[in-house]
């Protein structure tokens, strides 16, 4: 992402909030693991969506107006010392050069310089709530200016969301935003072509995850943008089957649910496929009636439509798709009026999708569901769920969960699906997984 895209950002936020603001914005917190080792750091969306900047221990601010320089970056100082072990830093010298700051301030001075930035600043943009300790330092900041009232300073009387304002913007991704969701995107769809053709029963669900990590690295994708799922058999009917732990069975479906990550933005792909490579009757009826759910959903993104359009149109089919297999009984109005299908589909069709797998956005506005307008990319993810031994259900049907998921775009014409090079149809699915067996 170019310099010239945070700065696009940051302009526009600053347009939003007006004269005599100031918005603070912390990076998120390394955390630990267990004893002294951390989790791999991945820097807050907000912070980096603003900034680029991927270090911790980080603090942006912006203050419209301001004479001495709008953009203000506290961050760590350069320290070969401790470069030597924890690896490079931008230092404040960086933090201006590389990162486009107007001025840059020890993380250190944080609570020394912080106060003096608010003089004179009406409203204060923050997201309060999200880290407690850090909402007690921006509070303290605050009385200190206010302790002054006597001197004739003034301070903040105002407290806004910035996430208000900040997640709606994030909804809308700019051109160079859906460049990198596109690389992501193939990048995952790759990775998941070679689990179709490296399937086979006795396997294992963890070695097709660590496949999948390792062809998205080795494509230049260092992380994932979530847990892989990786559910063979019955485990696909849990939704957020994470142990990855089982052989995989001759006759058995595999779902798996994964994507990686580019430059923090991330990909979200599920695909469902026989693990010797053949769908049984039972196993492609499911899945053909799942399949038609969601391009019946995915031919509801468009420009006009609403949010929940997409999961209407995916409940239809598979309600009457049900009702034709004797999974459902009754009429398609009198199930779709019950809300029959949430026996076996439980949850939405999708969610916006960008820097987090469950992006921003609202998803009504003033209690209405919003409408899709180009620039938006949400999944779309239909599925079906039929464990062992649920009752009044034919053993045939039991322990087959089916997902199919793509990540798709909002245009001014027809739907962009951005995961269209991974095989979905029954037929693409064989054919890719028995090429050369």
Known sequence: MQAAEFKRRRRQL???MGPGSVAILPTARETIRNRDVHHPFRPDSDFFYLTGF??????????PGRRHGEYILFCREKDPAKELWDGYRAGLEGAVEIHGADDAFPITDLDDILPGLLEERERVYFAMGSDPAFDRRVSDWVSQVRSRARAGVHGPIEFLALDHYLHDMRLYKSRAEIAVMRRAAKTSAAAHRELMRSSEPGMHEYQLASLFAHRCQMAGAAHLAYPSIVGGGNNACVLHY????????????????AGCEVDCYASDITRTFPVNGRFSTP??????????????AIDKVRVGNHWNDPHEAAVRVLTRGLLKLGLLR???AKALKAKSYQRFFMHRT???????????????????????????VLTVEPGLYIPRGVKGVAKKWQGIGIRIEDDVLVTNGDPDVLSRDV?????????????GR
């Open 242 to 257: 994470v142990d990855n732990a089982a052989p995989l069975d001759d006759g058995d479906l595999v779902l798996i649910d």
């Open 350 to 376: 999708g969610h916006w999708l960008g820097m987090d797998v469950h992006d921003v956005g609202d998803y009504k506005i003033d209690g209405h569901w919003r409408e899709l307008e180009p620039g938006m």
């Open 423 to 435: 095989p979905k149809t029954v037929e693409q699915i064989e054919a890719v997984m028995n090429d």
């Open 283 to 296: 196993q492609r009826q499911l899945y053909q009636l799942v399949l038609d759910a969601q391009l019946a």
């Open 330 to 332: 009754g009429t398609l």
């Open 54 to 63: 991927a270090e911790p221990e980080a603090v942006l601010v912006l203050i």
């Open 14 to 16: 600053m347009g939003m």
